[in-house]
């Protein structure tokens, strides 16, 4: 269906692979797991790249697994390709890429506190050649205000076990819980566990679940949601929608200001020859989302500064 819009909307700028021109410059895109959220940013991109780039760019998206093999797959056929520009949303495209590291300017979005995160060797996930748009907002803030409404006093994280985004979310959530004196269960997910059994194994005392960013707890959404919603228990996130399908709040950043601002990021580095790679950009639009159905339906009175401060309320 995007894939579909997409083509629709935005003439000169195809996300298929087809001969390219001589004079015309490949843009090569991998989005893991072919996830909304990141589509989100891709449409927002698209029409933005055509502003800076012109109709002598082609788009070329890749949809691979999440597996590191299939993400450095994807980034040597860009390579192959004879790409100008390589395009990654989220944590595990970028490490790949960085890993990989093709020799062309690489541009990431979706990604949390990119300086912060590490992929080997405690390398920084940010190296030559590379910058793009964050992706994450304030985690504390969101605990603050899930604290405020709720009053809990424990919580859990649901994180993907060997993920660097993960542990980092799950370090920033310990640190800010530990100040307001909240008691956090960690909850490592890894490659053969079942999330539905995970989480029904949650003990009768937590009071609410974090949900960190990752690509298969993306997928599993859905089945998250469902699962805390029959044990009641809040969920909260910092994933795009996430409140809208069930969550109790969630902080996100704007997919489409991420998109614009990875257009920007992109024609600047496209027209630059040997200058160094423009600073990351963070998020300006964030926007805190509470859904009032499921305070109702967990008999959570929501404060009114908390909902003045709301800026979507799902009823």
Known sequence: MFLGLLILCCVGLAPTAPAVAAEETLIAVILPNDLPRYWQIQTAFL??????????????????????????????????????????????????ARIENPGLPILFADVPDPEALTYDNNKSLVGKNMTGVRGDAPLPALLTFFVEATKAVNLAILYEKGSAEGTYQKNTLLQAAKRRNVAVLELALGEGDDVV????????????????????????????????????????????????LGAFMALETDPVEQGEQLAVLAGQMLRSKKSPPPAIIKPRQVAFVVNLKVAHALHIQVPLQTLTAATRVVR
Not at 64 to 90: E, F, H, M, Q
Not at 203 to 211: A, D, K, T, V
Not at 219 to 229: C, E, G, P, S, Y
């Open 47 to 96: 029409p933005a790249m055509q502003s800076a780039c012109g109709t002598g760019c082609r788009v070329y998206v890749q949809t691979p697994n999440a597996d590191p093999l299939s993400l450095r797959n994807s980034v040597r056929k860009a390579v192959a390709l004879d790409a100008r520009l390589i395009i990654t949303y989220g944590t595990a495209a970028t490490s790949a």
């Open 197 to 244: 059994s995970a989480l029904k194994s949650l003990p009768n005392q937590i009071e609410g679940l974090y949900l960190a960013h990752g690509e298969r707890l993306a997928l599993q959404l859905n089945d998250i949601i469902t699962t805390m919603k029959q044990k009641n228990i809040p969920v909260i996130s910092q994933i795009s929608g996430s409140a809208e």
